[in-house]
């Protein structure tokens, strides 16, 4: 696709070639049967490949039956679970789309129902949920909030199973088909609570000091690159700031270390380490009252900071809606790829549309053949633009 745009400009990390800047950001779909995915993720993955998205993340993929935020959320921690997602991965690929897949762990977050049932903590008075919570795991034993339940500090040796758990996970995403891996250390999950200052409380080695907080994260790095193809790239989503303590210049420092360790991309998110938002004010000082408020792009100063400081690619995220504006990103070197959420949900085929509307030469050569040849014939009769 020859075009003056970055948004429909390939990218290589590693020996993988994205066909455009623009990524399905990770979503929970909270449909799994014991971790294992459902045609649901099917459906829901593949209207993003058909979509011409470059790199389709699956959802918070957990490394441990205990590490789902809900009992509905996908797992990775067995060869099942694995097996099940193969066929996604194959779809993905032949669509000409790169398969990424989140691997995460809840930490306390976990053993909760889903949005839709409240999203709340499961407690034996849920007769639908009741049987299926579990006891959640921390750095310390403070719970999210007034309303939830005290999680069980990991003992150094639990830690050391987790991090196992997160490198198996790796070996079994390669197996089944995945080019593209991002650990989840943001959101207040477990990785981002062990960061904390508020969260983590231990005298050990993997609390105190900045060191020692980010020790648990950089551990998880580590086992995850050796399990994962050299050639095939790493991401790594943080929160860039978190409202509590963790700070921007945190994140850089991070982001150096997890470039040691063979990250190449940090997907610059924000907040979630409490059950408060990180973004307490707008502009002129009033409080924002839900994610709605949040300006356009919100999070994009983060990723430009971390871009320029730790040297490395970034990703923006958050409310990235329109192309120009994802282009804008792309063109001040704010990021390298823009990620969206709810747009994508909104719209699957947002990229073709934003094709057709950046002025891209051949802007129907991104649609699958079986329905190319249709919606050139479409646009001819519309009397559209047309260059295929
Ligand atoms: C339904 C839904 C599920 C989400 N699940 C995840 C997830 O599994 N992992 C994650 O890191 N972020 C998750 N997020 C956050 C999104 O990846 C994204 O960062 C956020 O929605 C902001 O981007 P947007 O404004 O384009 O939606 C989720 C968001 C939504 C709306």
């Not at 999680?151 to 079994?172: G, T, W, Y």
């Not at 960061?195 to 790095?221: C, H, I, P, W």
């Not at 509307?357 to 001819?380: G, S």
Request: with cysteine.
């Amino acid at each position: 696709m020859t075009n003056n745009t970055i948004l429909f400009s390939p990218l290589k990390i590693r020996n993988v070639v994205l066909r455009n800047r623009v990524v399905l950001s990770p979503l929970c779909m909270y449909s799994a049967t014991e971790g294992v995915a459902s045609h649901w993720q099917f459906a829901h993955l593949s209207a993003f490949a058909r979509g011409g998205v470059g790199l389709v993340f699956t959802e918070a993929t957990a490394v441990e039956a205990r590490g789902r935020i809900t009992p509905g959320c996908l797992g990775i921690w067995t060869d099942e679970q694995a097996d099940a997602l193969a066929p996604i991965t194959e779809f993905i690929s032949s669509m000409g789309s790169v398969p990424g897949i989140q691997i995460a762990h809840a930490g306390r977050k976990g053993s909760a129902t889903p949005p839709w049932a409240g999203g709340v903590p499961i407690n034996d008075n849920m007769e639908t949920w009741a049987e299926s919570k579990w006891t959640t795991v921390a750095p310390s034993e403070l719970p999210l909030g007034e309303d939830w339940p005290t999680p069980l500090a990991l003992s150094e040796d639990e830690i050391n199973k987790v991090i196992l758990s997160f490198a198996s996970s790796a070996h079994r995403a390669a197996r089944v088909g995945f080019k593209a891996l991002e650990i989840h250390g943001a959101h207040g999950y477990l990785i981002h609570s062990f960061l904390s200052k508020v969260t983590n409380l231990r005298n050990d080695q993997y609390g105190g000091d900045l060191e020692g907080r980010m020790r648990f994260a950089l551990e998880v790095t580590e086992a995850v690159r050796e399990n994962w193809p050299d050639n095939l790239p790493l991401f790594f989503r943080l929160s860039a700031i978190d409202g509590n303590g963790w700070e921007i210049e945190d994140s850089i420092t991070l982001s150096k270390e997890l470039k040691k360790r063979g990250v190449d991309v940090i997907d610059c998110s924000a907040g979630g380490i409490t059950s408060a938002p990180a973004f307490r004010t707008n502009d002129d000082g009033t409080p924002m009252k839900s994610s709605s408020d949040r300006p356009l792009g919100f999070q994009v100063p983060y990723s430009e900071k971390i871009r320029n400081k730790a040297d490395i690619l970034t990703m923006a995220v958050g409310r990235i809606i329109y192309p120009e504006q994802a282009e804008d990103i792309l063109q001040n070197q704010s990021a390298d790829l823009t990620a969206l959420g709810r747009e994508l949900m909104h719209d699957p085929f947002w990229t073709l549309h934003a094709a057709d509307h950046m002025n891209v030469d051949n802007p129907f050569e991104l649609w699958p053949e079986q329905y190319r040849w249709a919606i050139v014939r479409r646009a001819e009769l519309e009397n559209y633009r047309s260059k295929s």
